[in-house]
């Protein structure tokens, strides 16, 4: 099961399979340690794939193989070789039945891959390699079959469900019973599930454009069923939306969803079943938060949008893997901002970009949007492959415009339904669609890195002509030393000095998007009467850094008049990075700490005007993130980033003190709950200017933090409350607080994730010392992804202070956890060792002492596939 190293696999290897699968029938007799999977496929020599009759490859990890027959006849050992990862089947005629019968054990299997159990319940999931430990089968993408499926299990398990229609039951021996299902629609093993247990549900209709009725099902424990409705809800608008935006009816009778507790990722779109996590599909408003709610539309939305982007066209090989993520991240992100706030979706997405992606593209890992090799495929399930690759297709949306990008996917969807393909078919249907060339615009699929756009300016008062220059540049990343120049698309607009939007043709256009090919490039605009100032990269309209020597004045003056909102909160990042950079110095040469009046004087304007939207005004107030403030340092220094970042919000909070009370007494009304855009919008701000409050640890403060906690009617009050109690009390508030929350809510799964997410976070209170009792606490289990992700996750990705102690016991920390974790679920050891893995960027022992915790986990032996792929490369 471990490898001692694995191999590379490479994208310029690729070749199509030797033989296809036309049809899958399968048969699962469940039991918890011995489950026998008897499967039927009905396989016949690929006629695109060459001549004579090569052996079978058949993957396959973790099984008991207990026969192989060929057309009803048992295949004895000397026709199959037993190989590490699979089995190699003699092949001696064109076209055949293979009968294979395996025994699995779902009880044991922590990896949560393939077949397992979550609090009872038998579940699936088989993307990427999952299928390989339910059966031995050809486990790739570009083998799509009809499947079949019969689940046998006791009567306790009263449901029972797979892909598809059901199309019988009944009865069998023994207290057991039956389903089957069939799938009608051709696919990948990945697309597989299964699931069995005691489940309820609720269930809804929705009738499609062409007036088909579709049931839907949401299923869960019995406890949880009351916190279903908004899932169901975000469902019936997903698929509006797919009809109304893209043309895309849903296709089978019936779409399910199951909500499991022990779940690795967010959700899997499973034909007509999808699983997810329950932390992204269970909500109520006294037990989610505004952000879940949110999250849970946008993931509900972007699993049903996958029924078109990923199924019905699916990838011909996992480096492909962002033409179906990449697509649907765009999708459920123009979906979200279509239900919601366009531009604080639009804030949100960059900000994760900026944040974490960029990071990555700057670190041990970074890799192309479509990857040309990895170790093990769980690995590239990143923010790259996802969020960069949306902004990848935001960008052809850009350049073919809204009616050339839907010409486009139609064209897409149309040439490649039931088919497995690759980027380059993605790209070359928008080419010819809209008849624009692509063809450096590709350079984004293959060159890793996150450009750096130069811009400086030029304005002739003579002539009246102004002169925009633009230099691009990319890092180099790991096997890519040069980057040639890529195509960019900068959205931009000129102000003149009152604010207004200059007029940049004959036309009345005051917005242009300039289309950046070269190294350097010069752009002019005539007959101005005065220097414009510039709003470059409106709308974040590529993934790069764009540096212009903007003044503070500048961007005070951006951030009151640009017409672009997005533009408008940048400029607000901007001043507060410059200001955190230069408080940044300030402690390092061990100066003076002092922020500067018109930044004060900015989050007052900002504060007190009230033509501003709520949602703004609430983007406006964020400071950046320590983690963001570290990725656009070019050398980490973490005791610098927590001083400066601390002062700043200190100070805005004492010298703000009078406004962000008014503002929080005018919003703190009681009303009845909503999840209208407007009422998330003011309980975001409202939630700001306690937390600015509290910061002045002043007992009035806190006494309003405290009456929000124990008055709120809905979580995110009462969560936000509870955040600044943790950080800013006294011991015995806080502890209190976090005591009665406990016992009020430790019933509920997903508040107790939260619960936990809160201490280990939390500056004041995460220490190493408070998490490593955290993690004997009942409530974690490190079986768990969910509790991990709380704990180890919360400190390590979202306690920037103490998870960077100057004594590394922070690290020592993650790595002894990251052992422990591999031998119980290696994708999910993979995904917590990230933060150390970016040791080089760090100043002074900080990087040492990572680096030695990476050593660490080298050493300690047996490390799965997915874990030694992370470590030995950020130990390159
Ligand atoms: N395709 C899913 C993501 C996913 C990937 C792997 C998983 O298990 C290892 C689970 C889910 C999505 O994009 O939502
Ligand atoms: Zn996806």
Redesign the pocket.
Known sequence: MRHAKPSTIYLKDYRAPDYLVDNTHLHFELKPKATLVKSRLKIRRNPAAGEGLPPLFLDGVDLILLSIAIDGALLSPEHYEKMPQGILVSVDKPEFFLDIQTCINPEDNTTL?GLYLSNGMYCT?C??E?FRRITFYPDRPDIMSKFTTTIVAPKEYPVLLSNGNEISRGPCEGDHHYVTWEDPFSKPAYLFALVAGNLQYLEDCFITASGRKVKLQLFTEEKNINKGDHALRSLKNAMRWDEAVYGREYDLDIFMIVAVDHF??????NKGLNIFNSACVLASPETATDATFQRIESIVG??YF?NWSGNRVTCRDWFQLSLK?GF?VFRDAEFSADMNSRAVKRIEDVSLLRTNQFAEDAGPMAHPVRPDSYMEI?NF?TLTVYEKGAEVVRMIHTLLGPRGFRKGSDLYFERHDGCAVTCEDFVRAMEDASQIDLVQFRRWYSQAGTPQLTVTDYFDETLGTYVLTVRQSCPPTPGQREKRPFHIPLKLGLLDKNGNELVLDGQGTTQCVLEITEAEQSFEFTELSEKPLPSLLRDFSAPVKIDYPYSIDQLLFLMSNDSDTFNRWDASQRLAFLALSDLQQAYRTGGVLQLQPELIAAYRSVLLNRDLEPALVAELLQLPSEQSIAEASVHIDAEAIVAAREFALQTLAEALFGEFRAQYTALNVRKSFSLSAKDIAERKLKNTCLLYLCATETADALALAQEQFDTANNMTDKAAALSVLINHAGDKQAIAAIEQFYQCWKEDAQVVELWLGQQSRSSRRGNLSAVEKLIQHPAFDLKNPNRVRAVIGGFAKGNFSQFHRSDGSGFEFLADQVITLDKLNP?IAAQQVIPITRWKRYTGDLARKMKIALKKIMDSGDLSGDLYEVVSKSLN
């Open positions: 891959e999931q993307e990427a999952g690795n990722m967010g959700a899997m779109e972007h699993e996958h993520e649907t769980s399930y994708q």
